[in-house]
């Protein structure tokens, strides 16, 4: 009985911290503005299976493609045998799964040829991304330190549950042998691998088997509470993300609500601009700031393309501002936005009750207040590099947008400090003065069209 409470207990903590982690990401994204994405089923549950599930924009660049889609349904076939792991760690049981017959046989067998594809797949992205990598992709400023340790991390890790899954499988089968009996399932990998190990000790296999049980259910837990502090968090974040991505044109952009209310009321007297929010004690809430300053006046779903970014760079390698050398990197805007939301509020503690007692609260770290996304971690000149082409956004695999936090940015710029280039302040005074972006009087409009008529009756 003390394997099955040990492991209980292993279970229960592997969880308990996984759910504290997720609920501390969570509270963090709801600090985002509201936005209302309710609606469209249909085409977001299409969308989702295409590009979630579909692995749509990875076919882009068709090598790198295949070996991720090796990893990702292997990644999801394995789970079959997690779940079996998971009850015989439970309840005491060994292949509680076997009972499936012809079935299990088929699972086991793929479950086995993923696994080692998955290590060669690995190996490939590891000598890819260390010793032959696309210069913008892999190299750029944002990757250095952490974010290259933790994509290599991800790949040592992902190396040795493999291992351990077929140590676990060889030990057990080479026991069977020994006790002349037939293991259930089919095991192609781990078959041959049961010859090169000792048939003296049915103790010592034993002992091998277990080790190998509990590296690797014990890997996979531990890997579960990495996942919210590394990029891979995007492989449960890339699903929600897709589904609550942008429906509108991608050339669209949004409007400030309470310039709409002026501009209506000034177009139409008898239109009614609706009367500013008020906190619960019935006094009028501070204005909310034009753009976007920090990450609270982002909008919910930017943050939470912040915490979906795979940090693949596929976006920043066909940003045209980027690739011409302008410091605009779109991906470092997404890494930005992330690690501002993380030192802003994580705090150990993610709840503190608010001032009128009735909810929790999400709070920010008070020293932190003075710092801001724009110029704290996004400087101007990044965001005035980019050329709106809606290139980053068609290019990432999961639907992140970083034009959106681009634009919010310079709208804070432009109508909150008036802080535009000279040239978009001169553009902004002709189109005030003459109704469009040139200084030419209205009048003065068709004098090209005379002058071409002039011309032509000239020549006639």
Request: charged share 20%; hydrophobic share 45%.
């Amino acid at each position: 009985m003390l394997q099955p409470i040990l492991f209980a207990l292993l279970l229960l903590a592997a969880f308990g911290l996984f759910t504290w982690q997720v609920r501390k990401i969570r509270a963090n994204i709801l600090v985002g503005r509201d936005r209302d994405m309710s609606g469209h089923f249909g085409e977001r549950l299409n969308k989702t299976l295409l590009v979630a599930f579909g692995q749509q924009k990875m076919f882009k660049r068709v090598t790198p493609a295949l070996l991720h889609l090796v990893v990702y349904v292997g990644f999801l076939v394995i789970n079959v045998e997690v779940i079996e792991i998971v009850i015989d760690g439970l309840f005491g049981t060994h292949r509680f799964l076997s009972f499936l017959g012809p079935v299990y046989d088929a699972l086991m067998a793929t479950n086995e040829v993923l696994a080692a594809l998955v290590i060669v797949a690995v190996a490939a992205f590891w000598w890819r991304r260390n010793h032959n990598p696309p210069v913008r992709r892999f190299t750029g400023p944002e990757l250095r330190m952490w974010p290259k340790l933790d994509a290599n991390i991800i790949l040592y890790i992902e190396v040795a549950l493999m291992v351990a899954l077929f140590f676990m499988n060889s030990a057990d089968i080479r026991l069977h042998q020994i006790e002349g009996k037939d293991l259930p399932g089919t095991f192609p990998v781990s078959q041959f691998l049961a010859g090169l190990l000792p048939t003296t000790s049915v103790g010592t296999l034993e002992v091998l088997e277990r080790a190998g049980w509990w590296i690797h259910i014990t890997g996979i837990l531990l890997f579960l509470n990495y996942l919210p502090s590394s990029k891979h968090f995007h492989i449960i974040m890339a699903f929600p993300n897709v589904w609550y991505s942008r429906l509108v044109p991608q050339g669209q952009f949004s409007n400030v609500e309470s310039i709409t209310h002026e501009v209506k009321a000034m177009m139409d007297p008898s239109y009614e601009v609706p009367a500013p929010p008020v906190g619960p004690d019935g006094s009028a809430l501070a204005p909310t700031p034009f753009g976007a300053k920090d990450v609270e006046d982002l909008p919910w779903t930017a943050l939470m393309n912040a915490y979906s970014c795979t940090e693949c760079g596929r976006c920043t390698s066909v940003c045209p501002a980027n690739l011409t050398g302008k410091l605009l990197s779109p991906r470092k805007i997404i890494m930005d936005t992330r690690d501002r939301v993380e030192e802003k509020y994580n705090s150990p503690l993610i709840f503190h009750p608010n001032v009128y007692g009735e909810e929790a609260k999400h709070e920010p770290i008070t020293d932190l207040m003075e710092a801001t996304l724009l110029r704290g971690k996004v400087t101007p000149e990044e965001l005035w590099a980019c050329t709106t082409c809606n290139a980053c956004v068609e290019s990432c695999p999961v639907n992140i947008n970083p034009l959106e936090s681009i634009v919010e940015m310079r709208r804070f710029l432009v109508l909150e400090e008036s802080a535009a280039p000279n040239s978009l302040n001169v553009m902004f005074s002709n189109i005030e003065n003459n109704g469009a972006p040139w200084a030419f009087s209205p009048s003065d409009r068709l004098n090209w069209a005379d002058e071409l008529y002039v011309a032509e009756k000239a020549t006639a």
